[in-house]
T-cell receptor
Framework: AQSVTQPDIHITVSEGASLELRCNYS??????LFWYVQSPGQGLQLLLK??????LVQGIKGFEAEFKRSQSSFNLRKPSVHWSDAAEYFC??????????FGSGTRLLVRP | SAVISQKPSRDICQRGTSLTIQCQVD?????MFWYRQQPGQSLTLIAT?????????ESGFVIDKFPISRPNLTFSTLTVSNMSPEDSSIYLC???????????????FGPGTRLTVL
């Protein structure tokens, strides 16, 4: 069965520091992968997605993610974090029935 | 992208009552979904709302507890029936790409309905 693992429950970084959030997936075929962000009291906003082609995907708000098939990973990165990036981040994979399977989420805290 | 609204945005309900949540989209979409996000947890798919037919429920969710309507391509409702405190969650609807526009199954989410059951 398809699954998504986000091994880090919480991550704290200083404002201006770089960020990497980990995501590993389990899927038999070429996956469709997504990163969503959920700010406190808000719904989910799509940051970026990977379907095929270039394995380095650019998203909104300065985020990027790299698909690595050999490692079954789709890690999210940002070179310089802003205080407004503090939120919950969810990685997801689209399963064979076109349903989204979400990871457990990583809560990002930003130190001033 | 699609603009999605949900009503109510939040509610506090008594045990044993029912609440109907509405999801409205500003354009026609092929598929609509309902998710539950329990406190501090990730999102779990409840069901796929099918236009003109019965919803398709995921394992662990049943129609009697979560009846869903989808009368047209822009609107759906989810009812949480006979509520208990365990139903306290955020309920979110999502839609896929605009009907007939994209085949990439990119989902957009509504703002959610925060439900507290006392």
């Amino acid at each position: 069965a398809q699954s998504v693992t986000q091994p880090d429950i919480h991550i704290t970084v200083s404002e201006g520091a770089s960020l990497e959030l980990r995501c590993n997936y389990s899927y038999g075929a070429t996956p469709y992968l997504f990163w969503y962000v959920q700010s406190p009291g808000q719904g989910l906003q799509l940051l970026l997605k990977y379907f095929s082609g270039d394995t380095l995907v650019q998203g909104i708000k300065g985020f990027e993610a790299e698909f690595k098939r050999s490692q079954s990973s789709f890690n999210l990165r940002k070179p310089s974090v802003h205080w407004s990036d503090a939120a919950e981040y969810f990685c997801a994979v689209l399963d064979s029935s076109y349903k989204l399977i979400f990871g457990s989420g990583t809560r990002l805290l930003v130190r001033p | 992208s699609a603009v999605i609204s949900q009503k109510p945005s939040r509610d506090i309900c008594q045990r044993g009552t029912s609440l109907t949540i509405q999801c409205q989209v500003d354009s026609q979409v092929t598929m609509m979904f309902w998710y539950r996000q329990q406190p501090g947890q990730s999102l779990t798919l409840i069901a796929t709302a099918n236009q003109g037919s019965e919803a398709t429920y995921e394992s662990g969710f049943v129609i009697d507890k979560f009846p869903i309507s989808r009368p047209n391509l822009t609107f759906s409702t989810l009812t949480v029936s006979n509520m208990s405190p365990e139903d306290s969650s955020i309920y979110l609807c999502s839609v896929d790409s605009l009907a007939g526009v994209s085949s990439y199954n990119e989902q957009f989410f509504g703002p959610g309905t925060r439900l507290t059951v006392l």
